[in-house]
């Protein structure tokens, strides 16, 4: 879990003294779409605050975690080999979204929910994909516009610095059960057009029963040692 440090102070009628922690994350069931409910814990410093209008930015931390070796050739395409990590390893942006925290005095949990795609061009999902175990390092950083009384009662706005921050460790896992409810047992590669035509021009001629049935015959299967 982590916690945004305080922005302002908190006496009535001045900025509510905001900050968030991120203290969950799960599987959004019933979901049309593959998307992870992370909960958000947004604080006040007491004071009332009328609305947030939140922004949010997620990115990978991924200089924080360690690597098994077997993770080389997946994560090639993103920083290189092993032997270079030292300056190709970097932080990759994971996606922006808003939301509105409602009214709340003190504390309030709300859901940010966060679309996962499993199309493999996406730097993101790339790197999900490379990881078999353990937990995904997330730094959140918050800003937009959050809403308050005034001590004469007016409706006051202020808007919100990029230094507010939280930290997260998502585990694997999640993000597995995620993209397996929609997509158990696939994986998906975007093609050219011609490229595409091309493949189904040669499964027709083939009469090859299955797009896996074409991968086989033009690379050959899998062997037992995963060759």
């Known amino acids: 879990?982590?916690?945004?440090?305080?922005?302002?102070?908190?006496?009535?009628?001045?900025?509510?003294?905001?900050?968030f922690a991120v203290t969950d994350a799960a599987r959004l069931e019933h979901a049309a779409t593959p998307t992870i409910r992370?909960?958000?814990r947004a604080a006040s410093g007491g004071a009332a605050v009328r609305s947030i209008m939140l922004d949010t930015q997620i990115r990978i931390a991924a200089t924080r975690?360690?690597?098994?070796?077997?993770?080389?050739?997946?994560?090639?395409?993103?920083f290189g080999a092993r032997e270079d990590w030292g300056t190709t390893l970097r932080s990759l942006l994971w996606t922006r979204t808003?939301?509105?925290v409602p009214p709340f005095t003190g504390e309030a949990d709300v859901d940010l929910l966060v679309p996962c795609t499993y199309d493999l061009d996406v730097t993101a999902t790339r790197y999900f994909d490379a990881l078999a175990d353990g937990d995904v390092p997330l730094e959140?950083?918050?800003s937009g516009t959050v809403f308050y009384t005034a001590a004469d009662g007016?409706?006051?706005t202020a808007?919100?610095?990029w230094d507010l921050e939280?930290?997260?460790r998502l585990p694997v896992a999640v993000w597995r059960e995620t993209i397996d409810h929609h997509f158990r047992g696939t994986a998906w590669l975007r093609l050219d057009r011609e490229s595409h035509d091309r493949l189904v021009a040669y499964k027709s001629r083939r009469a090859l029963p299955t797009w896996a049935a074409v991968v086989d015959e033009l690379i050959g299967p899998t062997h037992p040692d995963g060759t």
């Open 98 to 100: 808003t939301l509105v």
């Open 1 to 19: 879990m982590g916690v945004a440090g305080p922005w302002a102070a908190g006496a009535a009628g001045s900025i509510p003294d905001l900050s």
């Open 159 to 161: 808007r919100l610095s």
């Open 65 to 78: 975690r360690a690597y098994a070796p077997e993770s080389d050739d997946r994560l090639f395409e993103l």
């Open 166 to 168: 939280a930290e997260y």
């Open 38 to 40: 992370f909960t958000v």
């Open 154 to 156: 007016r409706l006051q």
């Open 140 to 142: 959140f950083l918050f």
